[in-house]
Nanobody, 122 residues
Framework: VQLQASGGGLVQAGGSLRLSCAAS????????MGWFRQAPGKEREFVAG????????NYEDSVKGRFTISRDNAKNTVYLQMNSLKPEDTAVYYC????????????????WGQGTQVTVSS
């Protein structure tokens, strides 16, 4: 499985961005796509996850109500719509895949994309 993340950029606080993660290779319905982020000097943290069949989603508390994860199976792509962005959302965002079950533990994700930078100015 190969993952290609895109959509990052510079936005003012309160603005929106949509990240995309295009997957190639064998993706099972039970696979889970997760979005993580890592700010300078901080550990990588879970942002959101979705089971490939769309039946389960999970969000980190600080993004609930602002971020929405979704997928387009026909395009093998998962999206992260980010609204009401805050300066503390600034980070490199990564998409990743694990085989079963939504999890916030980065070490359980097997495949990783290259990351896309999101910068939110105040």
């Amino acid at each position: 499985v190969q993952l290609q993340a895109s959509g990052g950029g510079l936005v003012q606080a309160g603005g929106s961005l949509r990240l995309s993660c295009a997957a190639s290779g064998r993706i099972f319905s039970s696979s889970v796509m997760g979005w993580f982020r890592q700010a300078p000097g901080k550990e990588r943290e879970f942002v959101a996850g979705i089971r490939w069949d769309g039946t389960i989603t999970n969000y980190e508390d600080s993004v609930k109500g602002r971020f929405t994860i979704s997928r387009d199976n026909a395009k093998n792509t998962v999206y992260l719509q980010m609204n009401s962005l805050k300066p503390e959302d600034t980070a490199v965002y990564y998409c990743a895949v694990r085989l079963f079950g939504v999890s916030s533990a980065a070490e359980t994700y097997r495949y990783w994309g290259q990351g896309t930078q999101v910068t939110v100015s105040s």
